[in-house]
Antibody, heavy 126, light 110 residues
Framework: QITLKESGPTLVKPTQTLTLTCTFS????????????VAWIRQPPGKALEWLAI???????RYRPSLKSRLSITRDTSKSQVVLTMTNMDPVDTATYYC????????????????WGQGTLVTVSS | QSVLTQPPSVSAAPRQRVTISCSGS????????VTWYQQLPGKAPKLLIY???LLPSGVSDRFSGSKSGTSASLAISGLQSVDEAVYYC???????????FGGGTKLTVL
């Protein structure tokens, strides 16, 4: 069974850097093609889902173009964690942040998220 | 403004059939598979349909997906009150080199 859980601060001040950790279990340390990944997706209150970034098991990374300069995604295999950092936080970044698992296989691509964490609400306010 | 366009809301009576549309372009739906998610209030999204029309294990066959050109649709038959949720379409976008989500469609079962 695959589980993911997000952790991090619930409140950050404007201009601060946000660091979120996704701790997972049930995912193999390596895969045949390295096409499996863990992504971060956020959802402002009452609004739609917004994809942020993904890191694949071959260490390839992709970022949302409009936020690319502010985002960094890394993976710590020894801790079974994926970490997202977002710099220069602004009140518009207030959202529930989810991490989610994208499986590897012929019928899966990076828009397929089989397992999700419960989400963590981050509020940006002074 | 979402890259993928969905109607904000749809409604139908119990036991009826409803469809939710998702309109994109050649860089996303036209060239990549479509995925659908269901989000119940206060919950994380749940995978509903992948690779345009495939159902993950455990998802009711009352849900079905289809795609034609740069548009896709989610159909729900035999509507039940438990189906009240927000539904999102998603697809990889070659121009963005990232995942595009639709704006979400709120389904109300009358």
């Amino acid at each position: 069974q695959i589980t993911l859980k997000e952790s991090g601060p619930t409140l950050v001040k404007p201009t601060q850097t946000l660091t979120l950790t996704c701790t997972f279990s049930g995912l193999p340390p390596t895969t045949e093609t390295g096409a499996m990944g863990v992504a971060w997706i956020r959802q402002p209150p009452g609004k739609a889902l917004e994809w942020l970034a993904i890191i694949y098991w071959d260490d390839d990374k992709r970022y949302r173009p409009s936020l690319k300069s502010r985002l960094s995604i890394t993976r710590d295999t020894s801790k079974s964690q994926v970490v997202l950092t977002m710099t220069n936080m602004d009140p518009v970044d207030t959202a529930t942040y989810y991490c989610a698992h994208s499986p590897e296989g012929d019928f899966y691509d990076s828009s397929v998220y089989m397992s999700w964490g419960q989400g963590t609400l981050v509020t940006v306010s002074s | 403004q979402s890259v993928l366009t969905q109607p904000p809301s749809v409604s139908a009576a119990p036991r009826q059939r409803v469809t939710i549309s998702c309109s994109g372009s050649s860089s996303n739906i036209g060239n990549n598979a479509v995925t659908w998610y269901q989000q119940l209030p206060g919950k994380a999204p749940k995978l509903l349909i992948y690779f345009d029309d495939l159902l993950p294990s455990g998802v009711s066959d009352r849900f079905s997906g289809s795609k034609s050109g740069t548009s896709a649709s989610l159909a729900i038959s035999g509507l039940q009150s438990v189906d009240e949720a927000v539904y999102y379409c998603a697809a990889w976008d070659d121009s963005l080199e990232g995942v595009a989500f639709g704006g979400g469609t709120k389904l109300t079962v009358l």
